[in-house]
T-cell receptor, first 114, second 112 residues
Framework: AQKVTQAQTEISVVEKEDVTLDCVYETRDTTYYLFWYKQPPSGELVFLIRRNSFDEQNEISGRYSWNFQKSTSSFNFTITASQVVDSAVYFCALVSGGYQKVTFGIGTKLQVIP | SQTIHQWPATLVQPVGSPLSLECTVEGTSNPNLYWYRQAAGRGLQLLFYSVGIGQISSEVPQNLSASRPQDRQFILSSKKLLLSDSGFYLC???????????FGPGTRLTVL
């Protein structure tokens, strides 16, 4: 079995603040993949990143960065200098080689206040 | 490039009426296809997935069914809708089951 926990259900920040969205996962497989998706108010899920279990390098894409730590089973997502357009629900997801079904976290609703 | 379409975008149906939601993918062959439901303020629930024509796996027993009559077409159906079927229905595709899933724009269903 596999599990994804996003303990923060809602976060509010003021524009230009940095914010980190937490994601903790559970799996017994050694090969697995982690994802982050963004769901803006329009509803469509937008893919942000895919990371495999053998690549622990952190990744930066513009204002977005991801911190993957196998030791703590976490794959956290940081938005630097947040903007109003970042307001959305963010989902963390996991799929493992043995289970082969994607498990989504419940999502974190981020509100960026101008 | 690949694109995924869903229709209709919104739907209001009375309890007990039938349902048919359609999803099509362009620009790829033999994709894995998925139907998810998202209730208001909730996470994503996988309903069905398909690895090929006519191959459907159900994740949650309920009054919904799915079919894949063509390689890139995935249909979600119901013979009689319940109030609890209201929600946001998302279709997705991937190359393999561990690959990134790409989502369609969704259908917002309200059952009254």
């Amino acid at each position: 079995a596999q599990k994804v926990t996003q303990a923060q259900t809602e976060i509010s920040v003021v524009e230009k603040e940095d914010v980190t969205l937490d994601c903790v996962y559970e799996t017994r497989d050694t090969t697995y993949y982690l994802f982050w998706y963004k769901q803006p108010p329009s509803g469509e899920l937008v893919f942000l990143i895919r990371r495999n279990s053998f690549d622990e390098q952190n990744e930066i894409s513009g204002r977005y960065s991801w911190n993957f730590q196998k030791s703590t089973s976490s794959f956290n997502f940081t938005i630097t200098a947040s903007q109003v357009v970042d307001s959305a629900v963010y989902f963390c997801a996991l799929v493992s080689g043995g289970y082969q079904k994607v498990t989504f976290g419940i999502g974190t609703k981020l509100q960026v206040i101008p | 490039s690949q694109t995924i379409h869903q229709w209709p975008a919104t739907l209001v149906q009375p309890v007990g009426s039938p349902l048919s939601l359609e999803c099509t993918v362009e620009g790829t062959s033999n994709p894995n296809l998925y139907w998810y439901r998202q209730a208001a303020g909730r996470g994503l629930q996988l309903l069905f997935y398909s690895v090929g024509i006519g191959q459907i796996s159900s994740e949650v027993p309920q009054n919904l069914s799915a079919s894949r009559p063509q390689d890139r077409q995935f249909i979600l159906s119901s013979k009689k809708l319940l109030l609890s079927d209201s929600g946001f229905y998302l279709c997705a595709w991937s190359v393999h089951r561990t690959d990134t899933q790409y989502f369609g724009p969704g259908t917002r269903l309200t059952v009254l």
